[in-house]
């Protein structure tokens, strides 16, 4: 089956627009998979590109984004060339920015260059945008659904953490940040040193309720598939089992290995995903049509 790729662009008033690409099948779609990336990471990175053509290929349109402020920007829409703007993000302004994107799929006459916005809508998160998907899930279908517009049908993520707070520093770490404003981080793949402004931690404490995962997790009345490598270093795969242990409807899909990133890497250049990935994949796209996770 050939793939068109078609550019996204979401202006957005008083707001950095929403860039992403667009991976659709030349058949009518069986519904819409938006992709999240995580922290310090692109829509580019690794085989995100390859995992949109292997769903679109499977028939279904698949949507990956940038956040605006993930020190991406438009012409270097893979490269961190924007670093104030990396410090200026929010878990609040990525959740604002999915949500944005939701609507834009489901609001008739908003982005007529993909056809029809009805039926199945899945949000599908890696790691710190998966817990930014179980947010938008949950908090897209309080915003739409009374209106009388579908929502989000299916909750999916890809190495999920499933609690913000406890991703912070603590004592004197924490005490160091308050007082500099700023806290650096290390991109160990680039060499960069990365900044979080102190705001980064005072706007989630003063938003912590509507950013609790497992709130929206257990919000979230349609079905969820968790996937996660049990080798992972950078977030456990406890918080899978935390995840499904919220869901009203979960399946959980547990690989033995593959690590944090499913056995991807940036740049990834290999012609075909790698097993754990293509097993992910497969695991995703019958949850979503059957129902249940590859057995």
């Not at 908003?110 to 949000?123: F, K, N």
């Not at 912070?168 to 404003?181: I, M, V």
């Not at 980064?200 to 609790?212: G, P, S």
């Not at 995903?273 to 979503?288: C, D, I, N, S």
Request: charged share 20%.
């Amino acid at each position: 089956m050939t793939i068109q790729h078609l550019p996204f662009h979401l202006e957005r008033k008083a707001n950095r627009p929403i860039l992403g690409q667009w991976h659709l099948p030349q058949t009518p779609p069986k519904g819409t998979i938006l992709f999240l990336h995580g922290y310090k990471g692109h829509m580019d990175w690794g085989a995100w590109s390859q995992v949109g053509d292997t769903v679109a290929h499977a028939g279904w349109r698949f949507l990956r984004i940038n956040f605006s402020h993930n020190g991406t920007q438009p012409e270097n829409p893979a490269s961190f060339v924007d670093l104030e703007a990396f410090a200026e993000n929010t878990h609040r302004r990525e959740l604002e920015e999915a949500n944005d994107v939701v609507r834009a799929i489901r609001v008739p006459s908003a982005l007529h260059e993909v056809g029809p916005h009805q039926g199945p809508l899945a949000i599908l998160g890696h790691s710190r945008g998966g817990g930014i998907a179980c947010l938008a899930a949950a908090e897209s279908n309080s915003a739409l659904m009374p209106a009388g517009i579908e929502g989000v049908s299916h909750l999916m993520t890809l190495a999920s953490v499933a609690d913000f707070q406890e991703r912070f520093p603590k004592g004197d770490a924490l005490k160091a940040w308050e007082k500099e404003g700023r806290m650096e981080v290390i991109n160990h793949r680039t060499r960069q040193r990365l900044q979080h402004n102190w705001r980064f931690y005072t706007d989630f404490q003063a938003h912590a309720r509507r950013l609790n995962i497992q709130d929206a997790v257990q919000r979230f009345t349609g079905p969820s598939l968790f996937i996660h490598c049990a080798d992972d270093p950078a977030v456990p795969v406890e918080h899978a089992h935390r995840l499904a242990e919220w869901s009203p409807h979960p399946t959980l899909f547990i690989a033995e290995k593959g690590g944090h990133t499913f056995d991807t890497k940036e740049p990834w250049n290999e012609s075909s995903l790698p097993a754990v990935m293509q097993a992910a994949m497969k695991t995703a796209l019958r949850f979503l049509e059957e129902g249940r996770a590859v057995q």
